[in-house]
């Protein structure tokens, strides 16, 4: 079946410094891809999405280019702030339009 | 306009007891999804309704649990009896429709069964 795989956290960074959680997925049809973010004590929220190959999503600074030949989609960002600590999840619709999850990756960021 | 609420935040309760958690939707949204979120199994989607009506509960864990959607704004989850291995994150999350991968969640319900 669908799946998602994410990089194990958790990841620690300093302020400023430059962020990449990998994100990989499997799945037979062409699914959207996502990634949300949940922040100490809150749901999920959305923070970016694509829906087909070669789409890049962004949001609050964060990007994420729909990678077909490489079954990725990758969560970057420029320069990290303390309040981007957080868990991210990677996520598709499979062909039911269900959320696949990954397991999530834990941020921390130092000042 | 509100989003998903939940209710309660937190309920400590002792093995064998009966939990209700609540819900209610974001207006207009056809769609609700209860979900479970621990360290072990990260989260994992328990029941969801179309316009009401349950489509999938394939992933509630077991008959002590339940869920009913009595009306478009209003959603319950029902663990009896509960058990320690119940402690966790319950969230609920509504949603236009499940194409759009985009999932509105409340700010979930923490469960600690003593």
Request: glycine share 8%.
């Amino acid at each position: 079946g669908d799946s998602v795989t994410q990089m194990e956290g958790p990841v620690t960074l300093s302020e400023e410094a430059f962020l990449t959680i990998n994100c990989t997925y499997t799945a037979t049809g062409y699914p959207s891809l996502f990634w949300y973010v949940q922040y100490p004590g809150e749901g999920l929220q959305l923070l970016l999405k694509a829906t087909k190959a070669d789409d890049k999503g962004s949001n609050k600074g964060f990007e994420a280019t729909y990678r077909k030949e490489t079954t990725s989609f990758h969560l970057e960002k420029g320069s990290v702030q303390v309040s981007d600590s957080a868990v991210y999840f990677c996520a598709l619709t499979d062909s039911n339009y269900q959320l696949i999850w990954g397991a999530g990756t834990k941020l921390i960021i130092k000042p | 306009d509100a989003g998903v609420i939940q209710s309660p935040r937190h309920e400590v309760t002792e093995m064998g007891q009966e939990v209700t958690l609540r819900c209610k939707p974001i207006s207009g949204h056809d769609y609700l999804f209860w979900y479970r979120q621990t360290m072990m199994r990260g989260l994992e989607l328990l029941i969801y309704f179309n316009n009401n009506v349950p489509i999938d509960d394939s992933g509630m864990p077991e008959d002590r649990f339940s869920a009913k959607m009595p009306n478009a704004s209003f959603s319950t989850l029902k663990i009896q009896p509960s058990e320690p291995r119940d402690s966790a994150v319950y969230f609920c999350a509504s949603s236009l429709h499940p194409r759009t991968g985009e999932l509105f969640f409340g700010e979930g319900s923490r469960l600690t069964v003593l």
